[in-house]
């Protein structure tokens, strides 16, 4: 590894820039094969699509001089009673010098589903480049991100330059249909990450144009409300006022979860969520964020608040509400004079910390239950929760945050924006719970990439400078791992150091 002097590491930042700038488009035609592949996760017919990709991905890993390992990730089970295989999981190694730091990369290459007729300008697997956007189902979530790693450590290579950390990959192909087997996995593969030091997902994107680090996720509690009140559906001509509808007891349930202003109702909600500190309101003052920009995208008039801070903090910090449909009642097209029978209302609360999901569940429960019972009604209420997703916090001091900042400034010029993500993550938490690593992400899409959208794409430039972002994260990375460990033992700085000071 060349010496931390600062000639030698502006030389080497130049010639590793120079590289990927020249070979931009060797790249991007990298990233226009594998968006080819039609690797949806969610439709059985095109599996054998998803488990080519993983293959590929596995393929590609290894030309770069990585061992990989294909884990059986074990069969899924269809509504019709079929079983088909899960795709493999990869587990990939480069590098085990123990006086490195180690960073193990989390990525997926399965995609969301996409056809041209969803409202595609373009044909979602064949990427098409319009105005500096590279178009096609998976750009920025998630083969693009996964790729400017793979192009990072490749340019190292090209150049005959030594890679300054060791690096792991673990690669799943089913992130898009929610992950089945990766804890299992991690719980199975602690050997894998005993000497990982940090853990980086790229999965996500920043707030606006300019670059981000993100270090929270809101959690999920999804909640069921059913309400029967018969065996079968029945005529509102003949029956209608004389029964105690379900559809009437489910609506008035509905509406005393939360007000108009977004308040939840259910007492006790907000009891365990952490206070705001001042050292967290100073990182919403300089976030780059346009409250009119942000309306447009959305194609909203009005918000519920006023002040960028009020907006960011109950995007990310404060938990929300949301009403999201009934199951069971008619919502075709024209009329239908139905009473039905039995109705499922859908919920969900966003958890902040330090919300815990028993904690919630048996509030909401409680709650409902009350309401339910001042309707003096006969129907039967059934109250359960569907999904319990924790929410993830990451210490923004660690060395990792520390690296990724210095390499952002050194790629883009500008300090990056600390943000978190209104939306669950729950590989973050998943990861940080089970490793006892330290977590991080880092993201190179853009704000306006669209990932589970229509005409998704990720920006030529981007992809370019993400790629110019990894491979200077490994170098700054390097550089506070060895400070770190002079500092440990003094007796053990190293050469390296010695000869840049």
Request: aromatic letters at 8%; glycine letters at 8%; one cysteine or more.
């Amino acid at each position: 590894m060349l010496p931390f002097g600062t000639d030698a590491s502006e030389k080497l930042q130049e010639d590793l820039f120079t590289y990927i700038d020249t070979h931009q488009d060797e790249f991007v035609q990298n990233l226009k094969d594998w968006l080819a592949v039609p690797s949806d996760s969610s439709n059985p017919e095109l599996r054998g699509e998803v488990i080519r990709m993983m293959n590929i991905t596995a393929d590609r890993i290894r030309d770069l001089g990585a061992t990989v390992e294909l884990v059986d990730m074990g069969s899924e089970k269809l509504h019709d009673g079929q079983s088909i295989p899960f795709p493999p999981a990869i587990l990939a190694e480069l590098g085990n010098d123990t006086t490195k730091a180690t960073v193990c990369f989390y990525g997926h290459t399965d995609v969301q589903p996409a056809k041209k007729e969803d409202g595609w300008n373009t044909d979602p697997y064949t990427m098409t480049e319009i105005n500096g956007n590279l178009y096609g189902r998976g750009a920025t979530d998630n083969k693009g991100p996964v790729l400017a790693w793979i192009n990072a450590i490749d340019t190292y290579r090209a150049l005959k330059q030594d890679i300054p950390i060791n690096i792991k990959f673990i690669i799943e192909g089913v992130e898009e249909t929610g992950s089945p087997g990766l804890e299992d996995l991690i719980k199975k593969n602690s050997n894998f990450f005993a000497d990982v030091d940090y853990i980086v997902i790229s999965d996500n994107v920043w707030l606006s144009r300019k670059p981000a680090l993100t270090y929270g996720t809101r959690g999920n509690a999804y909640f069921f409300v059913e309400v029967e009140s018969g065996k079968k559906d029945l005529h509102s001509g003949t029956f209608g006022g004389i029964i105690h509808e379900a559809m009437r007891d489910l609506v008035y349930l509905l509406a005393n979860l939360v007000d108009s202003s977004g308040h939840i109702l259910i007492p006790g909600i907000y009891d365990d969520v952490a206070p705001l500190t001042e050292e967290e309101k100073r990182l919403y003052e300089n976030i780059d964020f346009d409250l009119e920009e942000h309306k447009n995208n959305t194609g909203v008039e009005t918000f519920l608040y006023s002040t960028k801070e009020e907006i960011l903090q109950h995007m990310w910090r404060f938990p929300s509400l949301t009403i999201h449909g009934i199951e069971g009642a008619f919502s075709g097209t024209g009329t239908k004079t139905v009473i039905p029978s039995k109705v499922i209302g859908k919920f969900s609360i966003r958890q902040v910390p330090n919300m815990q999901i028993p904690v919630v569940e048996k509030l909401v429960k409680k709650y409902l239950e009350e309401v339910f019972a001042k309707l003096h009604s006969p129907n039967k209420l059934t109250v359960s929760l569907e999904i319990g997703a924790m929410p993830w916090v990451a210490n923004v001091k660690d060395p990792q945050y520390e690296a990724a900042r210095s390499a952002i400034k050194k790629v883009f010029g500008v300090i990056p924006d600390m943000i978190r993500d209104g939306s669950t993550i729950p590989l973050a938490k998943i990861f940080q719970d089970l490793t006892k690593k330290s977590v991080m992400m880092l993201p190179i899409g853009g704000a306006d990439d669209g990932e589970h959208s229509q005409n998704e794409k990720i920006s030529r430039s981007n992809y370019i400078q993400g790629t110019k972002l990894f491979a200077t994260f490994f170098e700054e990375l390097s550089k506070l791992h060895e400070d770190l460990f002079a500092k440990s033992d003094p007796k053990k700085v190293k050469i390296s150091q010695l000869i840049g000071s």
